[in-house]
């Protein structure tokens, strides 16, 4: 279908680019004619401006290379290749061995507009490999190139003859009037060139002593902010045509060209260059693992891919997650920061990792057990690699896209759980692996690496579903659904942190510390060998572990619970409003309630543990609306009345523990050290965002008390102040 | 069941099934459809959907004239081996007709149909996430916005993928199912 709405079909206007009427004067350009600086500089401009156009998603075709200059350029490159052809002479035109006349205005376009045309192209071919390596067709960027090659072969070093040329022989005419406007053109093509160095630039992460250069970019910023400010002449007849069209290998439909204002150019180009600039000089001041996560979460993957161009998308990955998968382009590598995730969890000194602690029970045979075990984890630990691997893949993309990726990874990650429990258990009847050490419960295996898989499975599944509502996926009547849904994970997810995560910690320390009576026990090699196993552990592993539990304790189990009450209580006034929506009853559904319930929890579905709760239970849980129907006059006030105290005292209870959350987060120097990035901006945002949700509701709740029952209302959504809780109300009909 | 053509009169209007023989209405089809749809559509296009799915393109005109003034066209298929889909291509209504409920009339009859004659599991369409209109009228057959998709249109404007969930098989991830689809001999 997409096909056939692209295709081209004969004798048909909107669809044959034959068709397309050219004026002789589009088709007589000719681009190695001279002209005055003043054209040469509205030309720069508008090139600019197209060029942003293409960057803002719309086809070469129809902006950069509807420009003469470049199509000509680009066709005589096409000859041979070298930058020496890409010239603006045409052969269609002129005999072959014509050369442009020696006029001045003649070298304002054959020396200062080429040098300008051949950089702006080759910064194009830089945000080509950009959104060829990384971003999605015609969703992100399109990069149909019509067969010509824009420099892609050449290095930048090779183009910037050319423009140095321009730049030196511009610098000469300093009393031509609109040298200055040419000249910044030039220099802004210059530094941007530049950015091909920043995307390969190495960052020590976690440890980098410097930061990194920046100049070109601060130095582009100021150019744009000047050139903002000038105006410029008319272009030349014909410049911009659809003369490419019709003459280059086009397979597509007729198009009228686009491009953009300078202001909408400038700003776009200023708020690609800032937002790299922002990566660049943030990523270095990132201290550990843990802040790395709150910025591709936050930073990344909400903030940019709401506001940043979809270049500045592909260029964080690039520059994010290397070739060879290293970080950045150091040492930190996507499996050795999976296993820094691991342990600021609940993986620290876990026996299942060291091999050399492998003292194997329970068989006759153990070297082979041994070598199956070891097999075993070296797969489970290459599997963990490819599943964080994906789920750092995510944050650079749209916001759809991250979605559909994660609603993928929810299986990966599901069956990657799985696959840990096996491995863990069947380890473990070896003797291999943590114990847990519970008063009354005889030693059972920590499955620290099942658990935190798990962890992981639980955040992505409740981010499937908040991110639904960003995306205006739900319609009013299942918000309660889905708010609901959201607030059993967050149940989950509070009960693993709580119970199990917080227990494989505690044990570990406790395990630490027992070594004592180990040691007082063991005479000889055996104790000196105890004795500096435990010094390690108190120097490496016991830091880690209390960090963990503080962590766990003071942030991560409240923030579950506060999200916990927060989805809960959304989802109760949400079904409170829905009780006073009454409309004629026009239920043509041809799907039955129980059918859209599992269709739209199908992404859930799959999922082992936890499993999808039945359409009955969610009934069960939310009926609200069926409790008060129930009731009628002043019994229904009561109950009405009843139920909205409940839920406002939910919402309090929310906005009292997003204050516990806070105070601890100021308070807690372990926790400070570990999560406080940025000035705490993003959990400073959060706390606005949950609390003023809660207002926002708390308003609609009391607006509810005074309804009498007699009007007739829709439910409607409005933007909230957090994109994930958009805020429901009613709307008189 | 077999397919037969439909041929129904509700009060002044005639739905009825396209005929692969009119060139006459393969020409109104796509001037109604080229008039008021944003997407240029190549003749392809139709062919595509004519010479497979005959059946599930429905046509409105007055009961006494030939003018087609409404038109949806649907085709139906398994996805990914797995499940049997219906999908509803274009949907498209003279202006002046619209509001007086052909479009809902044309897509409960297109539905119905595709479960009739090939036991649909799903229906599906794709629509501009700013029109209202269709979401609505969707919506109220119980479709269900499944996926948004980033500048799915030429406009640039993102799309909503909407399903209509028929039979239970809908609701199981499409890596769950058994093939419905024969395997060919030696194939694997």
Partial sequence: MLEGT???????????????????????FDSSKGRPMDKVAAVMNELLNSFMAWVNGLALLVTMLSCRYVYDLLENFKRNYKIEEADFINTRMHPKGYTPEDSEESQYVNIVLRGYTIGLIKVLSIFLKIAMDVLYEEEDITTRSMDLNYFCTLSVEQVEGPLDEAISYLEKKPHVPFQREALLHLMLVKNLLKLSISMNERVDLFNARETLDVSHLH????????????????????????????????????????????????????????????????????????????????????????????????????????????????????????????????????????????????????????????????????????????????????????RQLLNRNLVLWDSLQYNAEVVEMHLSEYGIGDKLIQEGVPDQPCLAISSYIYYEKLCMMTEVVLTGFEQDTYRPSEAHMMYWYASELFAHTHQHLAGRLKEINSSKLKWINNMSKKIKKAKGPKKEALRSTQKRLVE????????????????????????????????????????????????????TPEKLYSLRMKPWSSIGTPELPPYERYKESNNIPETLAKYEGEALSRMLSKIITSVETKLDTVKKSVDTVMDNFEKDEKIKARYHFDDNRYMKKWQKEVVSTCDSYLKELEACRHFTGTEKHRLRSKKGHSRLFPIYYLQEV | MPVANVDLIDGDLRYYS????????????????????????????????????????????????????????????????VRMRGYIGMLVIEPEYRGRGIAKKLVKLSIEKMMEWDHVDEIMLETETSNAAALQLYELFGFLRTKRMHRYYLNGSDAYRLILPVLDRLATRIGFLDRIVDVPAGVV
């Fill in chain 1, 6 to 28: 692209r295709a081209l079909e004969i004798g048909n206007e909107r669809l044959d680019t034959g068709l397309i009427k050219l004026r002789p004067s589009e088709i007589l």
């Fill in chain 1, 219 to 402: 130095e582009s910023v100021e150019i744009l902010d000047e050139l903002r400010t000038y105006q410029y002449v008319s272009l030349p007849e014909s410049l911009f045509s659809r003369f490419v069209q019709v003459d280059c290998n086009n397979r597509h439909i007729p198009t009228s060209n686009v491009t953009l204002s300078s202001t909408e150019a400038i700003d776009i180009l200023r708020g690609i260059v800032t937002s790299i600039q922002e990566v660049l000089l943030q990523i270095p001041n990132i201290q550990n693992e843990a802040q790395l996560i709150l910025y591709l979460q936050h930073s990344i993957g909400e903030e940019m891919a709401h506001s940043a161009s979809a270049i500045v998308r592909g260029f964080f990955q690039l520059f994010f997650i290397r070739d060879d998968k290293s970080i950045c382009g150091l040492d930190e590598t996507v499996g050795s920061l999976a296993l820094r995730s691991m342990s600021s969890l609940c993986l620290v000194a876990n026996s299942i990792s060291d091999v050399d602690s492998w003292h194997i029970e329970n068989t006759s045979d153990a070297l082979t057990v041994r070598n199956d075990c070891f097999a075993k984890v070296s797969l489970l630990f290459d599997d963990i690699d490819s599943a964080f691997y994906q789920k750092l893949s995510v944050y650079g993309n749209n916001r759809c896209r991250q």
């Fill in chain 1, 540 to 591: 490496e592993a016991v830091p880690i572990l209390e960090e963990n539990l503080a962590a766990i304790e003071q942030y991560l189990v409240p923030v579950s619970m506060t999200q916990y009450y927060l989805c809960r209580a959304v989802s109760m006034s949400v079904q409170l409003l829905e009780h006073f929506v009454k409309l004629p009853d026009t239920n043509s559904s041809l799907a």
């Fill in chain 2, 18 to 81: 396209y005929n692969p023989a009119s060139k006459d209405q393969l020409d109104q089809i796509s001037e109604l459809i080229s008039a008021n749809l944003s997407e240029p559509y190549s003749i392809y296009v139709y062919w595509y959907f004519f010479h497979q799915w005959p059946q599930y393109c429905f046509l409105v005109s007055e009961k006494s004239s030939e003018k087609i003034l409404g038109v949806i066209i649907c085709k139906v298929g398994p996805h990914r081996d």
